[in-house]
């Protein structure tokens, strides 16, 4: 089992960027694997996804938002215990986003997870201040 966190700031107003990331329908716009999203009812969420090692996934998540917290956390059932969290928070120049992966499918310090980590925060951060999306 696996941990992997990172952190970045974004140019942006907290509420303005915890509204974008908090939609269902953009996760494939951030999350550098996941291919589409769609909200099923309740926290339930039909996902697919591209992994590292180039297999395509299919199933359903969860996925729970806390307004007040400016927190989301989300997971799958099966065997990789896979879940996840961010939270939004105010910076001096925008806002901070740190993001939080667990998963049971690779062995601590995978290069591979850890940039997929990196590139979510990356999209975020490009989606938000260069191509304007939040706000």
Do not use: C, K
């Not at 969420?45 to 927190?71: C, I, K, M, N, Y």
């Not at 961010?86 to 901070?96: F, K, N, S």
């Amino acid at each position: 089992m696996a941990d992997f966190t990172s952190t970045t700031t974004v140019d942006a107003s907290p509420d303005d960027l915890f509204a974008f990331l908090s939609d269902v329908g953009n996760l494939p716009r951030y999350f550098a694997r996941m291919t589409s999203a769609e909200s099923t009812g309740g926290n339930a969420v039909r996902t697919s996804a591209e992994l590292p090692d180039g297999s395509h996934v299919e199933g359903e998540a969860w996925f729970d938002v806390d307004p007040e917290a400016q927190h989301i956390a989300w997971g799958a059932e099966g065997s990789n215990d896979y879940h996840g969290h961010l939270d939004v928070r105010p910076a001096e120049h925008g806002a901070t986003v740190e993001v939080h992966i667990h998963t049971g499918r690779v062995e601590p310090g995978d290069h591979e997870v850890q940039n997929g980590v990196d590139e979510t925060l990356d999209r975020i951060r490009t989606l938000v201040e260069e191509q304007h999306v939040a706000g």
